[in-house]
């Protein structure tokens, strides 16, 4: 993948995420880069988040200092950099405001892993308190939990998924809300709380697909 497809593919993972209210018009923000690299694309602010595009992006190093582009990078760039500094396996970090996932953390309700996917791939999800968006606060909260984990919810506030590349990350963050999701129906169709998925079926599926 050459720097400019890297840079449109940002771009879509945004729109996309727009368009499956996974973010508002300017909420959330996405980025990524080449293994190994200290310098990421992220998307900027301020910016329609539906309309999102490559030549919009900016290039920052892990401390924020922009390389290339015009305006400002998104302020939560501090949580993207904490990731990468963590996880140099990390190469795409996705933070959306999932408004299920969201609400039943609220609401005080455990996120089940009820479909196999989601109890295979995201393992433990940690939640962790709210911080004022774009502070140190808040990349030493990411930080301090992205070791073991495929995503990150921030309570009153979002997610952070992260992947070894644009696709799963996006992944993740939609794989999040689904079985949000299915744990909300299961609760509002009569059930006490959701049945996980059996853990004999997850470890073999874990082995199987070397997950």
Known sequence: MSEDELKEEIARVMRTLYERKLVSAEGGNVSARFPGSKEVWITPSGTFKGGVKAG????????????????????????????????????????????????????????????????????????????????????????????????????NHGVVAMGRNLLEAEAVTEMLEENALVNLISILAGKKEAEKVPEKIVETTRKLYGL
């Open 56 to 155: 919009d992006l900016l290039k920052i190093d892990l401390d924020g200092k922009v390389i290339a582009g015009i305006g400002k990078p998104s302020k939560e760039w501090v949580m993207h950099a904490a990731a990468y500094k963590k996880r140099p396996d990390v190469n795409a970090v996705v933070h959306a405001h999932n408004p299920i996932t969201i609400g039943m953390t609220l609401a005080g309700i455990e996120i089940k892993p009820v479909n196999i996917e989601a109890a295979a791939a995201l393992r433990q999800v940690p939640v962790i308190p709210l911080e004022i968006p774009g502070t140190k606060n808040v990349g030493d909260s990411i930080g301090a939990h992205a070791e073991n984990a495929q995503a990150i919810i921030i309570k």
